[in-house]
């Protein structure tokens, strides 16, 4: 019987600190400012006809100088998962979330459809976060090429 509630506030306690390094880690991502909720879908075809909200990965974006690095929401690395640098990303269109899709992404997400290095992604994120995203695409150093659709 001791054994049995050992074992269980030990589970019980790793499960916490599991928890608790979950958090620390968010907090340590957006401490040094410039991050916004933003969800992934990489390598995306580009014949997609119908959208059915797979392949959609939550995750928080970073601006860091010329770059975002993108962290996925529900790991413990604190490395990003993907680097976006700005003079690779290419903007292709906006629309908003399709079918399924909907379910998939937060309720006020517009999906923007982007080239980066040859491949084809799709990120989704909040208005407020969009204009912010297109203005540090926008706002490049003299010289680079930037394109914004």
Not at 36 to 49: A, G, H, Y
Not at 97 to 112: K, N, R
Not at 113 to 139: P, V, Y
Request: contains cysteine; charged residues 25%; aromatic residues 10%.
């Amino acid at each position: 019987m001791v054994l049995a509630l050992l074992v269980s506030g030990i589970v019980v306690l790793l499960v916490l600190l599991g928890l608790f390094v979950f958090g620390l880690r968010r907090r340590l991502i957006q401490r040094s400012g410039g991050t916004f909720d933003c969800s992934l879908r990489w390598n995306v075809p580009e014949t997609d006809p119908t959208p059915d909200g797979k392949g959609w990965v939550y995750g928080v974006a970073r601006y860091n100088s010329d770059r975002i690095e993108w962290f996925r929401v529900f790991s413990y690395a604190y490395r990003p998962r993907r680097l976006l640098e700005r003079a690779s990303i290419e903007v292709l269109e906006r629309r908003p979330p399709l079918g399924d899709e909907e379910l998939a992404l937060l309720s006020d997400a517009v999906v923007l459809i982007c080239a980066h290095r040859g491949t084809r992604l799709e990120l989704a994120m909040s208005e407020d976060a969009l204009t912010g995203f297109l203005a540090w695409l926008e706002a490049a150093p003299p010289g680079q090429r930037v394109n914004v659709a």
